[in-house]
């Protein structure tokens, strides 16, 4: 079991950046693949940004590819989702999750509680 806490959302302009934090505690955290996800009320969660931790592999969704960047500082405990060129279409609420393999976020995966990004135009 992990426990995940996100932060670093906000309100800001188009064209702008922020940069989202997601402290971890509970397990070794090093162990698991990290990602990053949002939601929109009455979408589904959908995929962002993830490092699946068996393969090295780095994967973004491609409305982001380009603008978001996901790292790690295992020393800390802590995913991060550097944003730039904030767009509307990226409003949503963000969740970082952490899972075993990186194929079960949803089913078995740890999740944070969200925080809220919106994007005026």
């Known amino acids: 079991q992990v426990q995940l806490v996100e932060s670093g959302g906000g309100l800001v302009h188009a064209g702008d950046s922020l940069r989202l934090s997601c402290v971890a505690s509970?397990?070794?955290?090093?162990?698991?693949?990290v990602g990053w996800f949002r939601q929109v009320p009455g979408k589904e969660r959908e995929f962002v940004a993830a490092i699946i931790s068996h393969t090295g592999r780095i994967g973004y969704a491609d409305s982001v590819k380009g603008r978001f960047t996901i790292s790690r500082d295992n020393a800390k405990n802590t995913v991060y989702l550097q944003m730039n060129s904030l767009k509307p279409e990226d409003t949503a609420v963000y969740y970082c999750?952490?899972?075993?393999?990186?194929?079960?976020?949803?089913?078995?995966?740890?999740w944070g509680q969200g925080t809220q990004v919106t994007v005026s135009s």
């Open positions: 999750a952490a899972d075993r393999t990186g194929t079960t976020w949803r089913s078995q995966g740890n």
């Open positions: 509970g397990r070794a955290f090093s162990d698991y693949a």
